[in-house]
């Protein structure tokens, strides 16, 4: 459902990264901080209807890591392609609320993690395995109710007909 009284977001973010590449292979961190004053976010209402509303002041502070790299592997033409990423984000209500003041802000995870390897089976054809983590998240303003974390990995087998066209076979959501 809409609210006509919410108001637009307004922030200041900084972030400063480093990369670091060797042949075929590629680390990154990049830290990052964000205030925003009257940050939009969604929370279920009464009836399970969700809603977006405004909390007054939130910061966000942070780090994300990730990887590339390209590996060989006897009996395969082509390398395997490796890539990972972590982030840890530490976002905080910092409105005048004595309730919600200095807790975490409900449905955003502090740890995210994601890997991909992609394995070329010839020249048209690759299988691909995804993989994502995502932490726990608390439900309720005051910090008092959490769902746990959780996995989904997926399985792709891709075929290129030409640089146009493609099929696609997977199996989604494994977990």
Do not use: M
């Not at 480093?18 to 009836?47: E, H, K, M, S």
Request: proline share 6%; hydrophobic share 40%; aromatic share 8%.
């Amino acid at each position: 459902a809409g609210n006509p009284a919410l108001r637009p977001e307004k922030s200041r973010d900084a972030d400063l990264g480093l990369t670091w590449t060797r042949g075929t292979a590629t680390l990154g961190v990049t830290g990052f901080y964000n205030r925003v004053r009257d940050l939009i976010q969604w929370q279920p209402g009464a009836g399970g209807v969700w809603r977006p509303h405004n909390v007054d002041g939130a910061r966000f502070l942070g780090v994300e890591a990730e990887a590339t790299a390209e590996l060989r592997c006897p009996g395969l033409a082509q390398p395997l392609r490796l890539t990972a990423n972590y982030t840890l984000v530490d976002a905080r209500d910092t409105g005048a609320d004595r309730n919600t003041h200095g807790r975490q802000l409900t449905y955003r995870p502090r740890h995210r993690a994601n890997a991909q390897l992609r394995v070329p089976l010839g020249a048209t054809l690759a299988a691909e395995t995804q993989w994502r983590w995502t932490g726990s998240v608390y439900v309720t303003p005051a910090n008092t109710r959490t769902l746990p974390g959780y996995w989904v990995g997926d399985l792709l087998l891709r075929w290129r007909a030409s640089a146009e066209a493609g099929l696609e076979l997977s199996a989604l959501n494994l977990t």
